[in-house]
Structure formats: C-alpha cells, structure tokens
C-alpha cells in the first residue's frame, strides 16, 4: 500500500484526488487529505491511523480516526466477508456498502456537530502530472515501511503475549460469557460470542469465524455488519492511545459497541 501511495503521490495524482473529494469530506468535518487515511485503512487500520497525521488538526485526527475504526475494513477481513456475501448474491454487498456509508456518513456529521472547533480547510499545491520517477518511489516506500514497522512492531509483540496470557489464564471464556446477551440483541445464536471475541483480537478471524455458524443469509448479513461496526482489533486500539489519549482510545471503543449494537439491532429487527 505504501508502494502504491508512492507511485500516486509522485505522479500528481493524489494531491488532485484530495481536491476532488475535499467537499463531500467537508460534509463530515475533515478535508480532502482525509481521503488518504481512508485509502490506507482499507489495507491496514493500524497503518492508516499513523497516515492521520497528515490531516491536519487534532479535531479532524479525531474525526478521521474515529470513522477509520468504525466503518473501515481492512483488506484481510474484506476479503473474507466478499467471500461469505457472494454466496448470498450482490444485493447483498450492495446493501452491506450501503450501510457502512450511511453509518460512516451519520458518525462523521455526529462528530464534527459534537466537537468544538472548525475543520481545516484544504490548501494545496498541484503538481504537474507526470510518470513516477522509480527513484523517489522506493525511497518513500522504504522510508514509510520502515517507519511503520518501528512504531508497530512493538505493539504487535506486547498483543501476541497478553492475548497467549488471557487466554491460557482462562480469560477468554470470561468473555465469551460476558459477551452472551449481545449475541441476543442482534438475533444471532450464542455461538456468535465466539466470533465476537475473535473480532477483539483480529477482525479478519471475527469474519473467518462465521464461515461455521448454521444461520440464515439474513443473520450472515446482520452478523457481518456487526463485526465491522464492532471495535478495531487490539493493534489498533493500541495505536489510537500511542496516538492520541487513553480518555480519547476508550470513547472510541465504547463508541464502537454502542453502534454495532444499536445498528445491528435495527437491521435484525427489519
């Protein structure tokens, strides 16, 4: 993704893709540089909430940090859930899309009324366009992927060991119980506690974990949403409190259960 972003930016192409979507992003508090974050998360969250950076203010980091955990899915867990829709035909997929924008479309306007202050607004050079010079693309593709693996690989290792902790101290069992009566809220059996649990840890398991669940096309449907509405995985909870605050991280994250659950409710209830 870091390669591609190179050969975009050194082309000119993705400095006039920030202006081409600047107003329907004004629309949700951030600006046309928010865009980009937003390409990333489709890779990796945990990489496009450090791409935040280049948004602008601490409000519109918020914003744009904000949406990427809610409606943002990443690639490994995208791809599986175009697995399991495909089965059920594309309206599907077509009302799955149309979810995650409204969801993404409501939050966003939701925030940029509840926190104070003005977006940035856009100011931008555009530069000529021309073919991508191999040069200065391996160099900010090595720069940024270096970057990236110093600040997260920590992060990935302290993950590795508290999840092994949790669950060989019998913690995860804790929380499958815990998480039982949700399970109910959206209509889905007890075993998508399971699948929850997985989604705490990596989002593309949570989806993975539905591929053995008996449920009908309308519960797969609901279930899918609800794991991507649900809370980012642990990576990249950890990186929205390296990068913002522990205050900030934790609304967020009680921000996510609240919508997955709240929407998941009403598409169960249709």
Not at 214 to 230: H, K, M
Request: proline fraction near 4%; include cysteine.
């Amino acid at each position: 993704f870091y390669l591609s972003l190179s050969v975009l930016e050194d082309s000119g192409v993705l400095p006039r893709l920030a202006v081409l979507t600047d107003r329907g992003m004004t629309r949700i508090g951030l600006n046309g540089r928010a865009i980009i974050p937003m390409i990333v998360g489709v890779g990796c969250v945990t990489m496009a909430i450090i791409t935040t950076r280049m948004v602008g203010t601490k409000r519109d980091r918020v914003i744009a940090t904000a949406l990427l955990g809610l409606a943002i899915p990443c690639s490994a867990q995208l791809g599986v859930i175009l697995g399991l829709l495909a089965g059920l035909g594309i309206w599907w997929w077509f009302g799955y899309l149309g979810v995650l924008v409204a969801v993404l479309g409501i939050a966003g306007v939701a925030l940029d009324r509840t926190l104070p202050g003005d977006s940035q607004a856009l100011v931008t050079e555009l530069p000529r366009l021309r073919l991508p010079r191999p040069r200065n693309v391996l160099r900010k593709t090595a720069n940024r992927s270096r970057m990236f693996l110093v600040e997260a690989t920590p992060l990935f290792a302290v993950t590795a060991v508290g999840v092994s902790a949790l669950e060989y101290a019998g913690g995860l069992s804790v929380v499958e119980r815990v998480l039982v009566p949700f399970t109910s809220m959206v209509g889905m059996p007890t075993a998508f506690a399971k699948v929850l649990i997985l989604g705490l840890i990596r989002r593309d398991f949570a989806a993975a974990g539905m591929t053995g669940l008996a449920i009908t096309p309308g519960q797969t449907f609901v279930g899918l949403v609800v794991i991507t509405l649900f809370v980012p995985c642990i990576l990249s909870m950890l990186m929205i409190f390296k990068e913002h605050d522990l205050k900030t991280g934790v609304v967020m994250w009680l921000g996510s259960w609240v919508v997955a659950f709240t929407v998941g409710g009403l598409l169960a209830a249709v």
